[in-house]
């Protein structure tokens, strides 16, 4: 029965895709999840999670803003026991990474 309270991983997953989907680069009216922005989303079985993302440019004058954010928002989430925001450039980001929303409503598509 003790296995009941704990969330299932891909619960927690869920929680933290629906939280990457709140946080917007200052300048793009679309989130950083849908932009592409994020990479790669390593949630470990004691719950420690690590999130390897990028920018839409390396000099981006809002990168700290934005990792901070992530990171913020991150661990508000019940049950994250950690978080790790590794910033990355490779492989370089470009406009195709982004959904067909966020394409839309920046005028891509």
């Known amino acids: 029965m003790e296995e009941k309270e704990k969330p299932e991983k891909v619960q927690v997953e869920e929680k933290v895709v629906e939280m990457l989907k709140t946080?917007?680069?200052p300048e793009i009216p679309v989130n950083i999840y849908d932009l592409g922005l994020i990479y790669?989303?390593?949630?470990?079985?004691?719950?420690a999670l690590s999130v390897d993302m990028t920018l839409t440019a390396p000099n981006c004058p809002a990168a700290d803003f934005i990792v901070e954010d992530v990171r913020e928002k991150l661990e508000s989430i019940k049950h994250v026991k950690s978080v790790e925001v590794n910033l990355v450039f490779e492989p370089e980001w470009d406009k195709d990474m982004m959904?067909?929303?966020?394409k839309m409503e920046l005028g891509f598509l």
């Not at 959904?99 to 966020?102: F, G, I």
């Open 99 to 102: 959904t067909e929303e966020a």
């Open 23 to 25: 946080v917007y680069d």
């Open 40 to 47: 790669k989303i390593d949630l470990a079985d004691d719950f």
